[in-house]
T-cell receptor
Framework: DVKVTQSSRYLVKRTGEKVFLECVQDMDHENMFWYRQDPGLGLRLIYFSYDVKMKEKGDIPEGYSVSREKKERFSLILESASTNQTSMYLC??????????????FGDGTRLSIL | KQEVTQIPAALSVPEGENLVLNCSFTDSAIYNLQWFRQDPGKGLTSLLLIQSSQREQTSGRLNASLDKSSGRSTLYIAASQPGDSATYLCAVALRHNTDKLIFGTGTRLQVFP
């Protein structure tokens, strides 16, 4: 079974801090994704990566960056945290087969509060 | 731009009822459609995936249908149980860019004994 692990379930940080959210998958998936989920807005894609050291902007990349140095690990970075980045953050991964992406598997999420 | 809508936003039913959750999308050029379940404070669990060439998929008490021409999918839950209480999300993958999923905002289901 695919396992996507996010390093923290809950995190509290202060405005202006640099924040790292870590995600690890154990199935050798090519693709990894970061979403945020807010009430009334649903899930929105922040960034995704389809290979080591590759990244693509999603719908709301402003204020975020990512790092993928190893295939199994995808990090989301808040360079200078702000209160409007308080949210639930979800990581997902998927395999690419036949040139097409397969279903995404999600971690349990990190609930981040910025004070 | 693809938009995904789920109605109703919330639903409360007694145990044992059969129920239907609705998902609509504005652009029929989809690659597939997926239904997820999300328990409070948790991530998403994939329930069913329907490829664009398929009309329905079944898993246990769940049946999902897809009508691309009308831009609709339904998730049918038979004989609902309190353990079915969760938020149900649908998401479409676009044909021209299967990397991205476009999510609806979900239907929060409560099944009471």
């Amino acid at each position: 079974d695919v396992k996507v692990t996010q390093s923290s379930r809950y995190l509290v940080k202060r405005t202006g801090e640099k924040v790292f959210l870590e995600c690890v998958q154990d199935m050798d998936h090519e693709n990894m994704f970061w979403y945020r989920q807010d009430p009334g807005l649903g899930l929105r894609l922040i960034y995704f990566s389809y290979d080591v050291k590759m990244k693509e902007k999603g719908d709301i990349p402003e204020g975020y960056s990512v790092s993928r140095e190893k295939k199994e690990r995808f990090s989301l970075i808040l360079e200078s945290a702000s209160t409007n980045q308080t949210s639930m953050y979800l990581c997902a991964s998927s395999v690419r087969q036949g040139g097409r992406n397969q279903p995404q598997h999600f971690g349990d999420g990190t609930r981040l509060s910025i004070l | 731009k693809q938009e995904v809508t789920q109605i109703p936003a919330a639903l409360s039913v007694p145990e044992g009822e059969n129920l239907v959750l609705n998902c609509s999308f504005t652009d029929s050029a989809i690659y597939n459609l997926q239904w997820f379940r999300q328990d409070p404070g948790k991530g998403l669990t994939s329930l069913l995936l329907i490829q664009s060439s398929q009309r329905e998929q079944t898993s246990g008490r769940l049946n999902a249908s897809l009508d691309k021409s009308s831009g609709r999918s339904t998730l049918y839950i038979a004989a609902s149980q309190p353990g079915d209480s969760a938020t149900y999300l649908c998401a479409v993958a676009l044909r021209h860019n299967t990397d991205k999923l476009i999510f609806g905002t979900g239907t929060r289901l409560q099944v009471f004994p």
